[in-house]
């Protein structure tokens, strides 16, 4: 059941990319198919329903689509038994750096979307507004260590109690595994388009200890899912 519904769920959640192109289609289906974190956070029921999300660094909005095709099936009555209810998005802000992935996000949601509105802009400078659930997946250490710090305060102050970030950062202390995951990294950012990035990155340990000290509480779980990586999932919430 879970196989079959998870390949219903990728078919409807890349249809959108469609129009885009080869690469559109290709890259959000490959991605949602291979990364077991966009699983995760339905199987867990990590966000908030309903509720206002923001994606920070969200590319053509593949997680967007995601969450959109979920609570179409769930509201179809197609879902597995043991999993939460899907998230139910009330607001879908994303903010993206490349405008050729912004232009992608609009010919998969129209320019008119009731609730999709993705942006070119800069996670360093943009104004975050307010939401329930913000994402960061993989983009933290694009930039330098007080624009992270500057970037996880003003996560902070634009969530409520009881508010998610979630994020997923690479352990800089795990060796040969935080160095394949750079690899990997540099790869993906080349393709996608931008110019080769200095990396930033810290220990687990440091990564934990700055967001503690923004007021979070941290779960950390490994998502790798069997390959040789170091990355780290961190599920950070404000206490309620």
Not at 122 to 136: L, Q, R
Not at 149 to 160: E, K, Y
Request: hydrophobic share 40%; charged share 20%.
């Amino acid at each position: 059941m879970t196989k079959r519904f998870l390949n219903q769920l990728l078919d409807e959640a890349s249809r959108p990319f469609r129009p885009g192109g080869h690469f559109a289609y290709h890259y959000a289906r490959g991605k949602l198919s291979s990364d077991s974190i966009f699983r995760e956070i339905l199987k867990r029921g990590l966000f908030t329903a309903p509720g206002r999300y923001l994606d920070l660094g969200c590319g053509q909005g593949s997680l967007f689509a995601w969450l959109l095709a979920a609570r179409q099936l769930y509201e179809a009555g197609h879902w597995p038994k043991d999993w939460p209810a899907a998230p139910k998005p009330l607001l879908l802000h994303g903010i993206e750096l490349m405008q050729k992935d912004v232009d992608r996000a609009a010919l998969a949601f129209g320019a008119h979307h009731p609730i999709v509105r993705i942006e070119q802009g800069d996670m360093t400078t943009a104004d975050f507004g307010h939401a329930d659930v913000i994402t960061i997946l993989d983009a933290l250490h694009y930039f330098d260590h007080a624009r992270q710090t500057d970037v996880i305060r003003r996560i902070r102050a634009a969530l409520p109690p009881g508010g998610l970030f979630l994020t997923r950062v690479g352990d800089a202390s795990a060796g040969l595994p935080y160095h394949l995951c750079n690899w990997v990294d540099h790869a993906v950012t080349f393709i996608r388009g931008h110019r080769l990035p200095r990396l930033y990155c810290r220990t687990l340990a440091d990564w934990v200890a700055l967001l503690e000290s923004h007021g979070f509480t941290v779960e950390t779980d490994p998502m790798n899912e069997g390959k040789p990586f170091a990355n780290v999932m961190l599920v950070c919430r404000v206490p309620g």
